[in-house]
């Protein structure tokens, strides 16, 4: 089993963060000082081009730069092999998420896997990451069969075997919390949610919301393709059927023609896709028993 040396880890990417990380770290420090864990704080500047690294070392941190700007999720992914805790609890370091809030993350974490801080709807955030949200939110809950209250939030605790155990399916990019939330889920593990009051964030926000909001709902198919391919094959295959069946059915009773070619091929399409799922399922089952006897044996030889 792997050695954990501390009680936590926590784990901060930052990108030119200068204005607000001493303060963050600070503030981090006042809550942890009255709880009985050893600890680590972890900031991963990543490529900042002002002084993120000398205004988080100067105030105690571990430091650890990426030569360039790799991404968000590249930190988070960094950060997570090199932590020494049994939790790793992750957030932001524009000063977002409230302090205040991680003993009740952690307390939470004594029962699950995975406790994610959800932004209420007083939270100071806009109107269209609000509406983005909910509609990510909706997707993954179609994707994992259960209610997901916050895919993209960036506050959470989770434990560091667990989170090894995905790192490699980590985009590198901000979507990185929806990735690894419907990884725990379709793999069976356990998660929370404690509802945060979000602050507005110190300084510029660096998500592009046409870009990242296309990444995200990519990632969202990918990930629900690998661990449940019939969600996805299901509904178009049946869309297809119907799409088929109906324009057929159109010709005939309205149009007086023959039922046609193009509503044979959509049927026939349509059952092809569903075969595609079912031998789709098949292989994600195969590929996830595979990973956990690799992940089983490396743990017996360690």
Known sequence: MENFTLDLSLIIPAYNEEKSIASVIQAIRKILVDLDFQYEIIVVDDGSDDQTAEEAASVG?????HPENLGNGAGIKTGIRSARGKLLLMMDGDGQ?????????LK???????????????SQTDFHRD??????NALASYVTGR??????SGFRVIRSEI??????????????????????????????????????????????IIRDG????????????????LKVFIPVSILMFLTGFGYGLFKVLFLNTRYGPTSAMLMTVSVVVFMVGLVSEQVAQLMYILSENHLENENNLS
């Open 147 to 152: 209610k997901i209250e916050d895919l993209t």
């Open 214 to 229: 296309m990444r995200f709902l990519t990632i969202i198919l990918r990930v629900a393709t690998y661990y449940s391919p």
């Open 61 to 65: 941190a571990r430091v650890i730069s």
């Open 163 to 208: 989170a090894r155990k995905f790192v490699y399916l980590l985009p590198n990019t901000f979507s990185y919390p929806s990735t690894i939330t419907l990884a725990v889920l379709r793999s069976g593990g356990s998660l929370s949610y404690v509802p945060i009051l979000s602050r507005r964030r110190i300084g510029r926000s660096k998500i592009k």
């Open 97 to 105: 998420h409230p302090p205040e809030m991680i003993p009740v993350l």
């Open 108 to 122: 939470e974490a004594e029962e699950y896997d995975m406790v994610v801080g959800a932004r209420t709807r007083d």
């Open 131 to 136: 509406f983005g949200n909910s509609v990510y």
